[in-house]
Structures are given as C-alpha cells and as structure tokens.
C-alpha cells in the first residue's frame, strides 16, 4: 500500500483523499486516486511535485474532466458567427489509410506550455472549418481532417464486460442476410501481431479501457504512459520535441498503475438511468430497423447492457465521412454509438454524431447513409405522429 499512499498525496493534494480513503479496501481507494487523476489539472515540467507535471509542450486540455465535463458530452455553444464551438472538440489528422501527418501527428493541438506555440488554431463558422496559424507549415498533400466530439463516459465499465463472443455473434460484414446491414469487427493488431477485438471509441479501435485513456494522455494532455511512452506525446516539431518534460522513455510520466487506477474509476461509473419503458416507441424503433444497429441490449456475465449499440463498425456513407480515420477502419465506418443517455446530451445541447453537427435525433437520422439509409428512409415514411412517437422513445433513451 505504500505506492498507493504515495499517489494520494502526489495526485490529489494529499490531506483530503487520503482522509476520504482511510480504512477503505484497495478497490475504494484505487477509484479515489483515479477521481483525482482525472479532474486533476496537469501543469508543464519541471514542477516542484514531479509527479504532478508532464503537461505539452502542446496540448487540448489541462485535465480529462476539461473536455468530459462531468462525464458526460460538454454542450455545443454558438460563436457568434454562424457557426458554433465545443469545449470538447479536436481535429484528427490522418492520410486515408490512418496515417498521421508527418509534421502534426494523429491530432492537431492547440495549446502550449508557456514559451512554446500551439501547432494551430481551430475556427468552426457558418459550418465551415477554418484552420489557422499553422506553426510547423502545411499539412501533408495526403492528410484528411476530421472533428471529433468528446464522449460521454458512463457505463464504459458495463461495455467492456460485454464478451467478444456476444459481439461478434451479431457481426455480418457480407451483409448474409440480405438487410443492407453488414456490421463488422475492428480487429486490433498489436505490437506482438497478436489480434484483439475493439469495442471502445467512435472508430472501435480501443481493446480497452486502459489503452483508451493511455491515448488520450498521449494525444490530449501530451504526456506519456507505458502503452505510449514518448514524453513529447504526438507532437513532431523538433522545437516542441525539445520542450521539457517530466519523464522519459524508461520512465513515463504517468505510471501504468495510474493509468490502472483511472480506468478503474472510469469502469465503476454507472451507467445513465434506463430509460421509463414505451412500448408503442420500442415497436416503432424496431420496425424502422433502428435496432439493427443500436441493439437495445446486449448480454453480459452479469446481466443486460441497455446500451442500444451492437459495438461493431458500420459504414454510414460518403455524408457521414470524417476524413481523418484509423488504420484499417474506412472515414465512413463507425462504432454504432450507444444511445444509453442520449437525453442527458440533448438536454445539455451537445450535439450529436461524431462531430456535434446535429443539434436532435431527427437531424441526425437524415444524415444516416450506407448502412443507415434503409432505417432513415423508413423513419421518413412513418406518418408525422408515429415519426413523433418514435423520436419520443428515443429522445428519453
């Protein structure tokens, strides 16, 4: 228990979590240093408490809790030009194969440690992207760019419980049955060549929920894990690569017991309040074929999921294509995304899909293609009160 009694006063200011946790098990006191690590507001090396620095040189976020605000999706905001901002938000950069650009990395940031400048600055307006100030010079010829909005965190525990054996069952990357819907697994290679299936992610290209929060230490704080252990995190410029930094190739800046305890934290948050039963707006969703995809529940060793997602990869056409991608997974093709508090989101004005573009179910139905365009075309025909019905069940998911 000392490393652990070390870590409560490194990262969460000491008196007050380790009074919280005293005389409670590992389990309660792993979940209170991750809590911490994950409000935690990160600052650059050198700091005088090392373990409390690493931050950049470039960076999106201070601190996990800065884009997941309150573990769910922070509320998309106008900009007053037409367009709209979102605390949340980042670009992706990738060539079609998921390759990131060579001078950007996998992600474009846009903060810096004091003495450095930010890669660039991301301007969203009258539904165009404006990227300026582009510090390190174009972009690759090949690069696409891709907006991606911060997700919710709940129920990420309940996901990961779920078995392989359970997703892959629903899996039909031939289209077998002839439905127009042909979900496929993400396969994941990793470094020993070994494949594992990913379920975590808008691309589902994360085993779990460990790896996922090592990148985005790595992509959004610009700190290192063991799973990513250059200090420099995604930045390429060699003035940024030679900023400081508060470890090393050998010694991470964030441990791999913290990143542990952090996605333990992450894995015991419950998930949104199951929705209040409506048995007209269930029959309708099913019959649109919405449930195709968004499978209302899955089964897992403890019981049901209701995440409303089958956790495999659809491809929803050339109108949904969020150019930046990840290697082996096309711009078009995406984890069907849970619905499990999709009424939280649109009471806080989120925005829905990838990128915050739709501001309410409908709105973001029309933009379903590919896969999704027999279930949109279905909801169009419905009548104007069972379109009312349906969008009402799933507007209280």
């Not at 499978?295 to 209701?306: I, R």
Request: some cysteine; hydrophobic content about 40%.
């Amino acid at each position: 228990m000392r490393r652990a009694g070390v870590a409560v006063i490194a990262f969460a200011a000491g008196a007050a979590i380790a009074a919280s946790a005293a005389g409670a098990g590992n389990r309660d006191l792993s979940f209170a240093i991750g809590k911490a690590l994950f409000e935690r507001a990160w600052v650059p090396a050198p700091s005088s408490t090392r373990a409390n620095d690493g931050l950049g040189p470039v960076f999106n976020a201070r601190a996990c809790s800065a884009c997941h605000q309150g573990l769910d999706r922070a509320q998309r905001m106008d900009d007053g030009q037409g367009g709209f901002t979102h605390p949340g938000m980042v670009l992706k950069l990738s060539d079609a194969r998921g390759a990131p650009d060579p001078l950007y990395g996998a992600q474009l940031q846009t903060a810096a440690i004091a003495g450095f400048v930010p890669e660039g600055r991301l301007v969203l307006s009258e539904g165009d992207l404006v990227i300026g100030n582009l510090g390190a010079g174009p972009l690759a010829p090949s690069t696409h760019m891709g907006l991606r909005a911060a997700p919710a965190l709940r129920g990420l525990g309940l996901l990961a419980s779920v078995p392989d054996e359970e997703i892959l069952s629903r899996a039909d990357p031939d289209d077998e049955d002839g439905d127009g819907v042909s979900g496929r697994a993400n396969w994941v290679f990793g470094a020993d060549g070994r494949k594992r299936l990913g379920r975590f992610g808008l691309k589902a290209s994360g085993v779990t929920l460990a790896e996922q929060t090592e990148a985005a230490f790595f992509n959004d704080l610009g700190m290192s894990t063991p799973g990513h252990s250059d200090p420099a995190g995604d930045c390429r410029s060699q003035s940024c690569r030679a900023g400081p930094h508060g470890g090393t190739e050998a010694e991470p800046e964030i441990r791999g017991d913290l990143v542990a305890m952090l996605a333990d934290y992450l894995a015991r948050v419950p998930p949104p309040a199951a929705a209040k039963p409506d048995g007209a707006g269930e029959k309708m969703f099913v019959a649109t074929g919405c449930s195709s995809c968004h499978v209302p529940t899955l089964t897992a060793p403890g019981g049901e999921v209701p995440a409303y997602s089958d956790l495999l990869l659809h491809d929803l056409g050339p109108g949904l294509d969020g150019g930046a991608t990840e290697p082996g997974v096309q711009g078009g093709e995406w984890r069907t995304a849970p619905l499990w508090g999709l009424s939280r989101a649109l009471g806080a004005k989120a925005g829905l899909l990838h990128d915050g573009r739709a501001s309410d179910v409908a709105e973001a139905i029309a933009h379903h293609g590919g896969e999704g365009a027999g279930a949109r075309a279905r909801f169009q025909a419905l009548t104007k009160a069972d379109r009312a019905t349906l969008l009402r069940y799933v507007e209280g998911l």
